[in-house]
Structure formats: C-alpha cells, structure tokens
C-alpha cells in the first residue's frame, strides 16, 4: 500500500511542474518542440516558457533552434558521483592551466548554498597556497561562490552590503570574480567558469600567496584559462591565434615572475 498521500498540500507543485518538464525534454535526445512540450505537460504556454527558461538559467536545458534538448551539465547534475565525473573531465585542462600559470589551481561547484572544492593541482614553488579540498566554504567570501551568487543572487546573504552586491554584478558582466584575502589570509585568487554561466556548470580558480600576486598577472590567468578551456572543447580551431595569444599570456606571466 502506498504511503503517499492524493492532497497536495505537502507537495510543492511548482516543484513537480518544474521536474514533469526536465523529464519530458530529457526524453527527447534530439529535442521536442514548445507546442509539443506544451502538450505533454498539459500546462499554459506561459506557465510552461516560464518552467523551461528557469531550467535553462540553472543550465540544464538549451535551446538549439525551435528544439528543446537536455545540457552536457544535465547528465553530470544526475550523475551517481558527480564530482568524479567532472574531476575525470577537468584535471587534464587544470594540469594545462597550472603548466602555463604554475600556481594553485582548483575546481569548485555549487552544492545547495555552499561552493565545494572537487579538485586541486598545485604549482612548483616553495611557498605554495594551501589548497582544502573536499571542504565546504560560504559562497561571499569565495572568488568561485561569487560567480554561482551572479547567476543565483537568492542565495545572497539578507544583510549583503551594498558593496559586495556592486562586486556580483561586476562578476555577472565580466564572467570572473576575486578573492582578495577573504576566505584566507595572505591568500589573492581570481576565478572564471569552466562552462556556460549557470548554477549547474563548474568553476576554475587560482591562487596566489600575496608575495607573488599582481594584477596583471590575475587577469592575464583568466585569459589563459579561457583559451585553454576553448582549445580543449575544440582542438582544431585557431591554432595560429591561439599560438599569438599564448606569446603574450605568457610575457604577461613572465614579466610577473620577475
């Protein structure tokens, strides 16, 4: 016998709209219409846009023409063990990345309203960052968490000040936030998406002990984690621009190290 109860006063029926519309379009590897998906959830054309848009804002579907399909970040969000999934995926683009940076570089994702660090790869110095792998941190005080409160400012904390609100929007427009000794003393980092803009994607960031930091070089990073996380996706495209722009990553890291 079933325990579940016909009310649905314990239910949260935009909840079970929401998961009736992933589940259609995740039923159409090659995509479903609107009117078709309208039809098969027996809900409003407005009610169901609503539905499908704020899926496609946490980043588990997208729209490819007049078709609706289900996102890579989709199949890693349902994963049994989401966190080796996207480990297996990002450690050869982080071991590039700290390659050309040589600092400390992690792999961070959104659980719930806490940013969880996945993966690390360190740089060779002898005065190294710290990593805290497998730890859970706030998401104001993280360059990461920045990024995930730019696409999720609910998650914002009520007493925000006006102050870190102006620095999630500079994150939201630009695609890239900093840490600047808030999560640790002595510690500067800068972070980037490692996928589209969304909830549901990884983050990449890099840390440097402030004996090491500058500017320059920061935002020189999160050009090169950006064309490393390109050249991956799609090896054979802009080798010659790629190879100009690596030149001069590099002198901008090179000059830092001085």
Same mark, same amino acid.
């Given at each position: 016998?079933?325990?579940?109860?016909?009310?649905?006063?314990?239910?949260?029926?935009?909840?079970?709209?929401?998961?009736?519309?992933?589940?259609?379009?995740? =039923?159409? /590897?090659?995509?479903?219409?609107?009117?078709?998906?309208?039809?098969?959830?027996?809900? /409003?054309?407005? =009610?169901?846009?609503?539905?499908?848009?704020?899926?496609?804002? &946490?980043?588990?579907?997208?729209?490819?023409?007049?078709?609706?399909?289900?996102?890579?970040? #989709? *199949?890693?969000?349902?994963?049994?063990?989401?966190?080796? +999934?996207?480990?297996? +995926? *990002?450690? /050869?683009?982080?071991?590039?990345?700290?390659?050309?940076?040589?600092?400390?570089?992690?792999?961070?994702?959104?659980?719930?309203?806490?940013?969880?660090?996945?993966? *690390?790869?360190?740089?060779?110095?002898?005065?190294?960052?710290?990593?805290?792998?497998?730890?859970?941190?706030?998401?104001?005080?993280?360059?990461?968490?920045?990024? &995930?409160?730019?696409?999720?400012?609910?998650?914002?904390?009520?007493?925000? =000040? $006006?102050?870190?609100?102006?620095?999630?929007?500079?994150?939201?427009?630009?695609?890239? $936030?900093?840490?600047?000794?808030?999560?640790?003393?002595?510690?500067?980092?800068? $972070?980037?998406?490692?996928?589209?803009?969304?909830?549901?994607?990884?983050?990449?960031?890099?840390?440097?002990?402030?004996?090491? #930091?500058?500017?320059?070089?920061? +935002?020189?990073?999160?050009?090169?984690?950006?064309?490393?996380?390109?050249?991956?996706?799609?090896?054979?495209?802009?080798?010659?621009?790629?190879?100009?722009?690596?030149?001069?990553?590099?002198?901008?890291?090179?000059?830092?190290? $001085?």
């Amino acid at each position: 016998m079933s325990n579940h109860s016909l009310s649905p006063s314990n239910h949260a029926t935009t909840l079970l709209k929401g998961l009736d519309t992933l589940s259609v379009i995740a =039923s159409f /590897p090659s995509g479903v219409s609107m009117p078709d998906l309208v039809n098969r959830i027996g809900q /409003p054309r407005s =009610s169901t846009l609503r539905l499908v848009e704020t899926l496609r804002h &946490y980043g588990l579907v997208e729209k490819s023409g007049r078709l609706w399909t289900v996102t890579d970040r #989709f *199949y890693d969000w349902t994963s049994p063990d989401r966190a080796s +999934r996207l480990r297996e +995926r *990002y450690l /050869p683009i982080m071991r590039k990345i700290c390659d050309r940076i040589n600092e400390l570089v992690m792999l961070g994702i959104l659980e719930g309203n806490r940013l969880h660090h996945i993966a *690390y790869i360190e740089g060779e110095h002898a005065l190294r960052v710290h990593p805290r792998p497998s730890q859970e941190h706030g998401l104001e005080t993280a360059a990461m968490g920045k990024l &995930y409160l730019s696409v999720r400012p609910d998650l914002l904390p009520t007493n925000a =000040s $006006a102050t870190l609100k102006e620095e999630i929007e500079r994150a939201r427009v630009k695609g890239h $936030a900093w840490n600047i000794e808030e999560s640790a003393p002595g510690v500067f980092s800068v $972070a980037t998406w490692a996928g589209p803009p969304s909830a549901a994607s990884p983050t990449i960031s890099v840390a440097w002990p402030v004996s090491r #930091f500058e500017k320059n070089r920061a +935002r020189a990073a999160v050009d090169i984690i950006r064309q490393i996380l390109s050249e991956m996706e799609n090896p054979d495209t802009g080798e010659s621009e790629n190879r100009s722009r690596q030149t001069l990553s590099n002198k901008d890291i090179t000059a830092s190290n $001085a």
